[in-house]
T-cell receptor, first 112, second 113 residues
Framework: DQQVKQNSPSLSVQEGRISILNCDYT??????FLWYKKYPAEGPTFLIS?????DKNEDGRFTVFLNKSAKHLSLHIVPSQPGDSAVYFC???????????FGKGTKLSVIP | EPEVTQTPSHQVTQMGQEVILRCVPI?????FYWYRQILGQKVEFLVS????????KSEIFDDQFSVERPDGSNFTLKIRSTKLEDSAMYFC???????????FGQGTRLTVV
């Protein structure tokens, strides 16, 4: 039972353009969502989060959008840089639980 | 900047042996976690620990696994009688509370041969 889904295993974007990573969830009780970036052989690094009381949160080049009615969130990276190339994980928490439930990840490749 | 530290970075063990993976969470954090990632698969929750006891555990976290916070700073994961399928990256994480981001360590790569 995949409660957090990232349906695109990979994404390639030209340097300087926008990267859009998508995530869907099924549990309507989730109330806090996070994006993590992961390089090979390293732990996930926190990027940005959003509470269910908001629909947008911005931090520099990173913006997360939340559409609660569609149970969908997205991460926008503008402008994309080669150093952004990594696997991006969407995670969710709530529903009376403190664990983070992760999606399978999307591998982003930013082409110079 | 405070960080979660894990040791060792790589552990090779023979099938059937016991291993202990060690973590030092960030000092003012109250929630502690173990996750694992089998090569090519997603990051999977194993267990959460709060107030000196397990608060949640997944189906993966069976009697083979145990956690301990022996001295107020270390947080350990013990795997008894390791199996080949236990080979994975094991990540420790900690959070200030249940409504903030979790910070992850660099991971321990466990290889069972």
């Amino acid at each position: 039972d995949q409660q957090v889904k990232q349906n695109s295993p990979s994404l390639s974007v030209q340097e300087g353009r926008i990267s859009i990573l998508n995530c869907d969830y099924t549990n309507s009780m989730f109330d806090y969502f996070l994006w993590y970036k992961k390089y090979p052989a390293e732990g996930p690094t926190f990027l940005i989060s959003i509470s269910s009381i908001k629909d947008k949160n911005e931090d520099g080049r990173f913006t997360v959008f939340l559409n609660k009615s569609a149970k969908h969130l997205s991460l926008h990276i503008v402008p994309s840089q080669p150093g952004d190339s990594a696997v991006y994980f969407c995670a969710a928490t709530g529903a009376g639980s403190y664990q983070l439930t992760f999606g399978k990840g999307t591998k982003l490749s930013v082409i110079p | 900047e405070p960080e979660v530290t894990q040791t060792p970075s790589h552990q090779v063990t023979q099938m059937g042996q016991e291993v202990i993976l060690r973590c030092v969470p960030i000092s003012n954090h109250l929630y502690f976690y173990w996750y694992r990632q089998i090569l090519g698969q997603k990051v999977e929750f194993l267990v959460s620990f709060y107030n000196n006891e397990i608060s949640e555990k997944s189906e993966i976290f069976d009697d083979q696994f145990s956690v301990e916070r022996p001295d107020g700073s270390n947080f350990t994961l013990k795997i008894r009688s390791t199996k080949l399928e236990d080979s994975a990256m094991y990540f420790c994480a900690s959070r200030v509370d249940g409504n903030t981001e979790a910070f992850f360590g660099q991971g321990t790569r466990l290889t069972v041969v």
